[in-house]
C-alpha cells in the first residue's frame, strides 16, 4: 500500500513512520493487542508514530451525528477546513459552523 505514488500526505507520513517498524507493529496487531499499548511500548523507538492522526471522516454527515461528535472534534474539522469559529461556546454553535462550512470539506490546503 505504502509504494503508491499518488498516497495524500497525511498517509505518506503514516508510512514514513511505520515501514521501519512493521514487524514490530504486525505481531501484536495479529494477535489482538489494544493500540494504546502498542503506542506505549514501540514510543521508545519511535515516539512520533502515535501522534500521527487522521482527519475525521464528514463526508455525508447529518447533523444528528455530528451532535456525537465531541467539541474537540468539531474543533479540529474546523481547522482542517481552516476556518475558525469565533465566539462559539456552546457545542450546537460548533455544529451549526461545521454544516456552514460544509462546501470547505475535502479541499486540500
Known sequence: YCAKE????????????????????AQPFSLGMATLKLCKRISASNP????VKLPVQTKNLEKKDLSKLRVKQLKQI???RGVECKGCVE???FIKKVVDTEHLAGTEL
Not at 499518488?6 to 507493529?25: A, G, T, V
Not at 512520533?48 to 501522534?51: G, Q, R, S, Y
Open 6 to 25: 499518488d498516497l495524500p500526505s497525511r498517509e505518506k507520513k503514516i508510512c514514513y513512520y511505520i515501514d521501519p517498524i512493521k514487524r514490530d507493529i
Open 48 to 51: 512520533e508514530i502515535c501522534t
Open 78 to 80: 474546523l481547522g482542517e
Open 91 to 93: 457545542k450546537d454553535e
